[in-house]
């Protein structure tokens, strides 16, 4: 039996149109991340490896998974790059019910031993449904440790972009490097030209000065919050921890699935907002924008951040005609179909085109290159 053909007998029909022919020159990294898990059944019924190959999992005994948990969060990552929704959520079932992969959700000692990283957090966002009680306590230090290490390599590039555009016209006595006018500095320093040194002397450096805006701009980010969409929901939770707190935007947080629940009150804390979230379940994107519409009170300072997968679970006709509803209201749109550091998306294309041609651009963008087209769309 042909490995590939092994697989689709593992995942029925999870594996229809996914799994790689056999002449597929990247059809390794499939029987890699199927065999670190599936592997170790057919090693424990007497089974040997293809082609006498060695694999993650080949060397160990059924319903045990003895690498270290780094190992198992790197594999993880590898399954949900490379499978759709419904198989990722299937192998990580088998790899609970059925492998043992038990010590990454039930035993604290297990997660204190690892380093909080973003993988990790995905993973354990990913699993929560599965999570002991006894964990939550490592989750939260985890969900705490990649929040912290996130807002401060995004929040200086964030608000730089959102706290005004640099005004080329007046200068500012506020010192702000970002802010330095060349130009002008040279102009105005001309008198302190030392011929000796061919050097000017700059007793007055010139800074610009930021443009502020008057009256806030309401922005709702509506976030699908279904499995495939963790890495950006973790963005997402960041990036409203750092608008919460600006003066020149009213934010309103919006988490759905096939329910819509509003937690701005969670805004400002990054933490307890991925501590709540609850991924999974269906879509139903049509809803959450429907109710976006009935929150906006001022469309013409108003902006809708859509971040989903597209995958709407419900009738297509009925998210088109919401965003239709909202463009034709002046309201400032756009959907993402990633929120990430790598803005590598995977999304329904074909209900990304219809929402782009009734009026919503869709992209994906980091949080740095969204607060960018925040801040250029507010700009008046």
């Known amino acids: 039996m042909r490995p590939t053909d092994r697989w689709r007998l593992v995942l029925g ?47 160990l005994g059924p319903g045990s998974l003895d690498p270290s948990a780094p190992s198992i969060v790197d594999w993880l990552g590898e399954v949900r790059e490379l499978f759709p929704r419904e198989t990722v959520e299937t192998i990580e079932r088998h790899a609970l019910d059925r492998y043992g992969l038990t010590e990454l959700v039930s035993d604290p000692e297990v997660l204190a031993r690892i380093e909080p990283s973003e993988a990790l957090l995905k993973t354990l966002l990913s699993l929560k449904g599965q999570l002991n009680p006894a964990v939550l306590g490592e989750v939260r230090r985890v969900v705490r440790a990649v929040v912290e290490d996130l807002r401060r390599r995004l929040e200086n590039e964030i608000r730089q972009a959102l706290t005004g555009r640099v005004s080329q016209h ?7 490097a970002a802010n330095f006018d060349p ?18 002397v700059v007793e007055r450096p010139l800074f610009f000065q930021r443009n502020t805006r008057r009256i806030p701009w309401d922005v709702v980010l509506l976030v699908d919050q279904s499995g495939s969409m963790v890495g950006s929901v973790i963005h997402s939770a960041v990036m409203a921890g750092i608008l919460a707190g600006l003066p020149a935007y009213r934010l309103r947080l919006v988490v759905f699935d096939t329910s ?3 937690l701005t009150d969670l805004a400002g804390d990054p933490v307890e907002l ?23 009170e001022n469309p013409d300072r108003a902006v809708v951040v859509l971040v989903s997968d597209f995958c709407e679970g419900g009738a297509p006709s009925r998210l088109v005609a919401a965003v239709r509803r909202l463009v034709e209201a002046r309201v400032t749109t756009i959907g993402l179909a990633a929120l990430d550091g790598t803005a590598h ?11 782009a041609d009734v009026g919503m651009p869709v992209a994906a963008l980091t949080p740095g290159r969204l607060a960018e087209w925040l801040a250029e769309v507010t700009a008046r």
């Open 345 to 355: 998306p995977s999304y329904d294309r074909k209900m990304a085109q219809q929402l």
């Open 13 to 59: 029909r999870y594996a229809d149109g996914r799994l790689p022919a056999a002449e597929d020159p990247n059809g390794s990294r499939y029987e890699a991340a199927l065999d670190y898990l599936y592997g170790r059944e057919y090693a424990g019924r007497g089974g040997r490896a293809d082609d006498g190959a060695e694999g993650p999992g080949q060397a």
């Open 260 to 262: 819509v629940v509003d």
């Open 183 to 200: 130009r002008g500095t040279i102009r105005a320093n001309l008198r302190h030209w030392d011929a000796d040194s061919r050097r000017i």
């Open 274 to 296: 991925l501590m709540t979230v609850q991924l999974g379940g269906g879509t139903d994107i049509a809803q959450a924008v429907t109710y976006a519409e009935q929150a906006i």
């Open 170 to 176: 007046r200068h500012s006595p506020h010192a702000v």
